[in-house]
């Protein structure tokens, strides 16, 4: 079945950089488009950036435009989220994303961003 792995959260001081790393599984990963979304606390969950298959098109949210940047590894099946220059604003859960039949995603990578 579709699977999809996150990794690579953590606590980072504002100003720091994450790279975060999803490994897909079950599905035909370099036909399909990916994406990162995030979900802070009491808020819902939004996406973050998306990358089609053959990393030719790019979506980014306006509040990471320009410090975020994804990326994906066919031969890998894994997605990344490089993320630099981090806010306190940027702290929640990070989720991937796929749609085969249906939406996947994966368990999330908690990611906090002291002041």
């Known amino acids: 079945q579709v699977q999809l792995v996150e990794s690579g959260g953590g606590l980072v001081e504002s100003g720091g950089s994450l790279k975060l790393s999803c490994v897909a599984s079950?599905?035909?990963?370099?036909?399909?488009?990916m994406s990162w979304h995030r979900q802070a606390p009491g808020k819902e969950r939004e996406l973050v950036a998306s990358?089609?298959?053959?990393?030719?098109?790019?979506d980014y949210a306006a509040a990471v435009k320009g410090r975020f940047i994804i990326s994906r590894d066919n031969a890998k099946n894994t997605v990344y989220l490089q993320m630099n220059s981090l806010k306190p604003e940027d702290t929640g859960v990070y989720y991937c994303?796929?749609?085969?039949?249906?939406?996947?995603w994966g368990q999330g990578t908690q990611v906090t961003v002291s002041s």
């Open positions: 994303k796929v749609k085969v039949m249906s939406h996947t």
């Open positions: 079950g599905f035909m990963f370099n036909w399909y488009s």
């Open positions: 990358i089609d298959s053959e990393s030719q098109n790019f």
